[in-house]
């Protein structure tokens, strides 16, 4: 769907019939704000009858919380890079004690053992870091997840949706003037 502004107000139609013609498509025209307010209202419902461990949640927290918790994203970026370079630094130990026989065992197990629990002691940090994500926007009450809805940006709205929705599906109308509800009109699938 290709989104345009008319007389009456904003419209989306069927791209593939405006490239190629009728014969290619039936084609769709419907006014954006129908449109847009439906799907809305079908994701709201969708994601908070999501319960907590689903993917398509789990997506959604991990990708909000990116955009709107820049603070916390900057310390995972920052904790990811010191554990890749602990793991490498530890690799680089095996590499001078096994394949060079720079070290004597005693001095590798010693540095071995050091980087090694800075290992561990990074992955709990970014293990605790993911489960911190706020996710009460997600689990209030209906009001707190449209007001998240309607504070997004267009891009974000994007993102939300594409956590959850693979496609969106809107059928032909019956007829010129077809008053069917557009939620009858809409076949969603879902990630999960």
């Not at 009450?141 to 709205?157: P, V, Y």
């Not at 959850?164 to 010129?176: A, F, G, N, R, Y």
Request: hydrophobic share 40%.
């Amino acid at each position: 769907m290709t989104g345009s502004g008319g007389e009456r107000g904003r419209i989306y139609r069927c791209r593939i019939r405006g490239t190629y013609g009728n014969d290619a498509c039936p084609g769709v025209v419907v006014r954006a704000e129908r449109l847009d307010a439906a799907v809305e209202a079908m994701w709201l419902s969708h994601v908070s009858a999501l319960e907590h461990g689903d993917p398509g949640l789990d997506a959604i927290v991990r990708r909000w919380s990116i955009l709107h918790d820049p603070e916390r994203d900057a310390q995972r970026i920052e904790l990811m890079a010191s554990l890749d370079a602990a793991r490498a630094r530890r690799e680089l130990l095996q590499h001078d004690y096994y394949i060079e026989g720079r070290l004597s065992a005693e001095r590798f197990r010693e540095l071995s053992d050091a980087q090694t629990e800075l290992i561990e002691t990074l992955e709990k940090e970014a293990a605790r870091l993911a489960m911190e994500a706020d996710l009460t926007v997600f689990f209030a009450d209906g009001e707190a997840l449209t007001e998240a809805w309607e504070e997004s940006t267009l891009q974000d709205r994007r993102m939300l949706l594409g956590c959850v929705l693979k496609s969106l599906t809107i059928t032909v109308p019956k007829h010129s003037g077809d008053r069917t509800p557009i939620m009858e009109r809409l076949v969603p699938q879902w990630v999960a």
